[in-house]
């Protein structure tokens, strides 16, 4: 790190529990972002603020008016623009030493696949149950961390995934297929700050999978009911039927 590195990820260095060799392992690292809506905006933001090296971003929408009630990383100036256009501009502006590959596009299939394999851990800010259930299985078998979060009306949830780690459960052991629910923000509403509390534990999880710091929520998944501003702590076990991690 130069001095100029030094100084601007001072306030990192001096934990204990990071330092010079935590902030290095950030700058060298690559995290794949899906979705940059009000959970991935949180996200990218502060990965990049953190100096995480590489950022991945990848979402196919365009901003809208009504995202920028809660999709932070978009302004009002950049409506119309491709969301991955509109966010590497505002994080480059954030931190410009970092280096961010955008994809304006839905990632499937050997393009997905790739991504993952070249990722150091992989965040799942997507808003369906295809693509959370596609990227689980890649993650399960590149053997990937993946930080889930999800968010509606006033209700969120979120955990991390360790599939590089012996007997943990995986996204399909949480949810089953016929789980799918046609339910989506734009139809039943949320709470502009509720994506962004979830979206920086997101981030917090991930600095702490790429650093190996402190205890993630491996093995537990986090649920809020903001309503009440009351946390369930749920316990998370690998499912032996599961048809993803299970073992045959």
Request: proline share 4%.
């Amino acid at each position: 790190m130069d001095d100029q590195q030094l100084l601007r990820y001072s306030r990192h260095i001096l934990l204990p529990q990071v330092g010079v060799d935590g902030q290095q392992k950030l700058l060298d690292s690559r995290v794949l972002i899906i979705g940059l809506g009000g959970l991935g905006s949180p996200v990218a933001m502060y990965l990049t603020a953190s100096g995480v090296g590489h950022l991945v971003i990848v979402d196919h929408d365009r901003v809208e008016l009504s995202n920028l009630q809660r999709q932070i990383v978009h302004t009002t100036d950049a409506i119309g623009l491709d969301k991955v256009t509109s966010a590497q501009a505002g994080l480059q502006r954030l931190n410009p030493d970092i280096r961010i590959t955008t994809f304006n596009k839905t990632l499937e299939a050997e393009a997905l696949a790739e991504q993952v394999k070249l990722a150091d851990a992989v965040v799942d800010a997507s808003d369906n149950f295809a693509t959370r259930f596609g990227l689980n299985r890649l993650c399960v078998e590149y053997k990937k961390p993946l930080i889930s979060g999800a968010v509606i009306r006033l209700e969120g949830q979120v955990t991390t995934f360790r599939a590089d780690l012996p007997g943990s459960a995986c996204y399909r052991c949480l949810y089953q297929d016929m789980d799918e629910i046609a339910e989506s923000c734009s139809e039943t509403g949320v709470l502009a700050p509720v994506p962004g509390i979830i979206g920086s534990i997101q981030a917090t999880e991930t600095i702490k999978v790429l650093t190996g710091v402190g205890r993630t929520l491996h093995g537990r998944l986090l649920v809020l009911d903001a309503q009440t501003m009351e946390w369930h702590d749920m316990v998370l076990r690998q499912d032996p039927a599961c048809p993803v991690c299970g073992k045959p």
